[in-house]
């Protein structure tokens, strides 16, 4: 019997195409979960209408309500593995053949095996490594390229001084078209009749939703921008709102890009000399690395993973992140962050750890509706990216499984590594008054709030310990309990 490859919206580029007949299915009602950013819909849709055109005559595309109205009763279905337990639990009731899942660096078996034979909790720099010296990325023989197997302490600069930008050529973008124009005219029909919930702006669309664009993407990060993404990786300016950064989680996480593909792109810039070891290892640590391993945690972990709440935080997400309203939001660090998410449906890394994360761990945001913020309004949010992520990396609320701390920051970070503070009312070194800043005294009210939890944290003994000698410690905290807004 012939078989249909039956691709998820996250399986779109080559790796799962084996040259057969296909099946790709449109289905509405995963606009319908919850509020999702129109830059997001706006991409995922065109990806997919885009992908069917490709494929012409070898495509079975429909475009309906739920997946089930096209795939139950069918015997002839294939998938690729696909990344979320909801499609896996579907794929499996329909009875459709599953192949290995593709567009990760390790296989899930793999990874099983290296965590089971680990003594004491998995680490990510040891999975790093094992992948590096199993893999033979950016290694010279059995030793690391470069001489170090990271270079996260020269890729910490802060953002230069006076600077409104990096200075680097405007990134690639893609030319819409029919396809677009189509997507656009079906969104605003949707959202005027109730159906659908959409937030942010109805910009111009910014990331690859083809093959072709996302090499397009690629071949301009690696010529404009590689060289400075290391040293500037973790700063912020407000007048640049990509930095040195690739722009290609998004194609990534739909399957146009092999994470492979990419770093053996980045890899051979540095073996040309073309590009600083720093910066290749960078994108490497960030796809072979960090990538793969979240992926593998989502599946070990399990379903009940974003339900821990280890720090006890049950805030709701206020309406201004819910709707993405920057202009009601007074702190400038965080009001720059979502204004560039409305715009932009994206962020980089450390806005979205240190700047949204770091607000909503301090004022216990509740991990479950924070990690599906996340996915709804980010361009590549997907649920197997996001919950080490979110529940994991930026709220602690595992308790240390993905994190070996809870990420905190006062001002003095923000100040040091973004311009924001110099356009913000607050005093990022003031944590009493009118003039006390929000992320500083947040700090503080934090760790009065979550000492007896995280005391015997080894990491924390030193924050504890200042929070200890604060001589105004109870009048922060009472301040920051009655502070209201954002």
Known sequence: MTRIRWIFPDQLGDAFDDGGPMLLVESRSELRHAPIHRAKAQLLLSAIRHR??????????????HYREVVVGRDDLEVVDPTSYFAR????????????????????ADFSRWADARKGKPIMEDFYRWVRNRTGILMDGDAPSGGQWNFDHENRQPPPKKAASLGLPEPWWPEE????????????????SGEIHLVGDDGARRFAATRAEAQSALDDFIETRLGDFGPFEDATLTGDWTMAHSLLSAPLNLGLLDPREVIDRVEAEYRAGRAPIGSVEGI???????????????????????????????????????????????????????????????????????????????????PKQLNEWFIGMFVDGTPWVMPANVVGMSLF?????????????GGAYVNKMTDYCGGCRFNPKVRLGPDACPVTAGYWAFLDRVEPVIRGNFRMAQPLAGLRRLSDREQVVEQERHRTGL
């Open 397 to 409: 609320a595992d308790g240390g499984i993905v994190a070996t701390k809870p990420y905190a920051a």
């Open 89 to 108: 639990r579907l794929a499996e009731s329909v009875g459709a053949k599953v192949l290995p899942s593709r567009g990760f660096i390790t296989a899930e």
């Open 284 to 366: 490497v640590r960030q796809l072979c690395g960090w990538r793969d391993w979240v992926w593998h945690l989502y599946w070990r972990l399990g379903e009940d993973y974003v339900n821990r709440n280890a720090l006890g935080a049950t805030i709701p997400v206020p309406r201004e992140l819910l709707e993405l309203e920057a202009s009601a939001i007074e702190a400038n660090c965080l009001s720059q962050t979502i204004g560039g998410v409305r715009e932009h449906g994206w962020a980089h890394h450390i806005q979205r750890l240190m700047i949204i994360g770091n607000w909503a761990l301090q004022r216990g945001y509740d």
């Open 177 to 192: 078209d029919d396809i677009d124009r189509e997507v656009r005219a079906d969104l605003d029909r949707w959202q005027a």
């Open 52 to 65: 069917a055109a490709e494929l012409g005559d070898r495509v079975e595309f429909h475009q309906v309500e």
